[in-house]
């Protein structure tokens, strides 16, 4: 379903839940200010809010519905623009970011698909090589709105 007219964070903040909006608003404002391009679309799941820069079309982060619960879906590519300021990333986030595939370039440069560029960060000294697909997904909660400290 196409709409002419062009969906704003206005259209977006009544149907996030009252507690989170101050969150959404801020990242939104602090996302925008770093340089990155807001979009808001509908989805199967609902209307989810965008951002991502001009260079690069991957979605970098993402507020979303899954179930009907606002989550944030996270690149590893944000993690790499954001490298150097994610020791006070919330431990749910650090706990996904383990869990997700690392890049198999590591072990053996032929080992990956010769698309994915290796995403590289460090949180608390450790060094993370992610591949370039998918995203992390976390629920908006009240640990997982600390998020917001490192964008600013
Ligand atoms: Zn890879």
Known sequence: MKTSQKLT???????????????????????????????????????????????????HLQFWFNKNILSINLHPIFFTKHNGFLDDLPVCIVTKIDEFRDCRHVADPNACNPKCYECKFSINGIQYHKCNYNCISVEVNGESVGLLSVIQ
Do not use: H, W
Not at 13 to 33: C, G, H, N, Q
Not at 35 to 49: D, H, P, R, V, W
């Open 9 to 59: 964070l206005a259209d977006f903040l009544p149907v996030v839940p009252e507690e989170y909006r101050d969150f959404v608003t801020k990242t939104s404002e602090a996302m925008i200010k770093c340089g990155y391009k807001q979009k808001i679309e509908k989805k199967a799941s609902g209307l989810a809010a965008t951002y991502n820069t001009p260079e690069c079309k991957r979605v």
